[in-house]
């Protein structure tokens, strides 16, 4: 059975950081894509980071760029998003994704909350 399990969100206060990490099983990570996206309230869900399968290249949203990285660990199957300088519009409800060709499995997310 296929699963992604994030963990790490939680409330930080502006300018501070957070590891998320994304555990998946039941599947062959290592060949999958892996990418981070965020739901904010109201709004739709975004990409914010991809990595492909053996970690040789990244990209990242505009709005992330300097700020946030994401790694992976394939001898554990999992998936990494370094936040760093976190800001209030960073808050949203994180997904873990992973892609191949046809077949895309998804996490059930974690909150992340930038507040004083």
């Known amino acids: 059975q296929v699963h992604l399990v994030e963990s790490g969100g939680g409330l930080v206060q502006p300018g501070g950081s957070l590891r998320l990490s994304c555990a998946a099983s039941g599947f062959t990570f290592s060949s999958f894509a892996g990418r981070w996206y965020r739901q904010a309230p109201g709004k739709e869900r975004e990409l914010v980071a991809a990595i492909t399968s053996v970690g040789d290249s990244t990209n990242y949203a505009d709005s992330v760029k300097g700020r946030f990285t994401i790694s992976r660990d394939n001898a554990k199957n999992t998936v990494y998003l370094q936040m760093n300088s976190l800001k209030p519009e960073d808050t949203a409800v994180y997904y873990c994704?992973?892609?191949?060709?046809?077949?895309?499995?998804w996490g059930q997310g974690t909150l992340v909350t930038v507040s004083e």
């Open positions: 994704n992973a892609l191949r060709l046809m077949f895309e499995y």
